[in-house]
């Protein structure tokens, strides 16, 4: 049987085993030796949190090359679709500023006297007539019915000028504004 109490050491300890510095080295060692155990575990954690981060990576770059794809497909199509609308403002646009001939010409045959007669008739954002008339009440009659057609803003008289022979022909040029 064995003493309860009695400690058998069968290497002596040196005298530097006793001292501070022995102590303070054996106790280095024992807390050293958890440190070390400790951050081994603190590595292989965050090697191991590695991998999850890569299986993100590589999951987020295969979405975002999913959804590039997606967007340089669309890409196209919105292109076609601002180039679509462009073209339909520029239709609307010109159809807002459209010259309804068909209501200028009508309105031109009522102004005109029986004795006038027009030689060249060019329809833009103005109207000029050039032509003849007999007499002067057929002029004055063209200029006073063009004054009150509604749909002729202003009425410029630019110019008027009679034969030199006896047949009394006035020619003149007139614009009308819409």
Known sequence: MTA?????????????????????LFWALNVGRYVVVFTELI???????????????????????????????????????RRLQHQLEAVANVQAEAVNANQVLDAISQITPLDTSYTTITLNAKVVLEGQTLSNVGLATLLTKAQSQPLFKEVTLETVSSSVDQSGVITFRLTLTL
């Open 43 to 81: 590595v292989i954690g965050a090697f191991l949190f590695r991998f999850g981060l890569d299986k993100r990576l590589t999951d987020l770059n295969f979405e975002i090359n999913q959804k590039k794809n997606a967007v340089m497909t669309y890409g196209d199509l919105e292109a076609k679709w």
């Open 4 to 24: 309860l109490g009695l400690d058998i050491n069968l290497l002596p300890k040196s005298k530097w085993e006793k001292g501070f510095v022995g102590k303070l």
